[in-house]
């Protein structure tokens, strides 16, 4: 019996992808074409992974250069002030994914687990109105492996009734680590990987 729901944000509950590839584009503007479109295929195939995560990657990886901790933290809120008035849109968000949340909170704990930035995160759930509806909202730096272990250890869950909802690999790798079962959302490659929901309009645990 699943008591207890985390639930990853970015392609779950609000539709942002587009929104910061096309913010990873902006920030990098001044760099070769080729390598930003590299960078670019990597968000979108990391949906999980932080945005300080890719920030080190784009030089770490694809531009073979070091980056300090406080370059990529400057970056970081560059990156911030850059997508911040298209992620505060309503109609980004997922509707039905919304009205499960909105329907079944007095049903189960729900606690949010993302790669999006700790404070913004909070900002932005408290302007949709939806804090109230999570026990606890929990973003990066800090990786979705660690958040997920510190609320299973926090609130002593069992394992066996908890569960991830998540859109990318990087949160179906956090769940299996913790040992808690997974389900995979807006991303049908995911289905290969174990229970699925093509709609929360149909949705029943």
């Keep these: 019996m699943i008591k207890n729901i985390l639930w990853d944000f970015d392609g779950v509950i609000l539709d942002s ?5 096309d913010g990873f584009v902006e920030l990098f503007k001044e760099y070769d074409k080729d390598k930003v479109s590299l960078l670019e295929k990597y968000h979108y195939q990391n949906g999980g992974v ?3 995560e890719k920030i080190k990657y784009f030089y770490n990886t694809i531009l073979n250069r070091e980056i300090s901790e406080e370059k990529i933290t400057a970056l970081a809120i560059e990156f911030a002030k850059i997508i911040e008035k298209k992620l505060y849109q309503k109609e980004n968000l997922f509707e039905e994914s919304v009205e499960f949340i909105k329907m079944n909170y007095k049903n189960f704990d729900f606690h949010i687990v993302s790669g999006a930035e700790h404070k913004e995160l909070n900002e932005l759930c408290q302007y949709f109105g939806l804090s109230q509806y999570f026990k606890t909202i929990n973003g990066s730096p800090t990786s979705k492996e660690i958040l997920v272990m510190n609320i299973v250890e926090k609130y002593h869950y069992k394992r066996d009734e908890t569960i991830l909802i998540g859109d990318a690999m990087t949160d179906y790798n956090a769940a299996i680590k913790n040992n808690i079962n997974f389900y995979g959302y807006n991303n049908p490659e995911l289905k290969k990987n174990g229970p699925y929901i093509d709609s ?4 029943k645990i």
């Design 200 to 203: 929360f309009k149909d949705f």
């Design 17 to 21: 992808m587009k929104i910061k590839g």
């Design 50 to 52: 932080s945005r300080f």
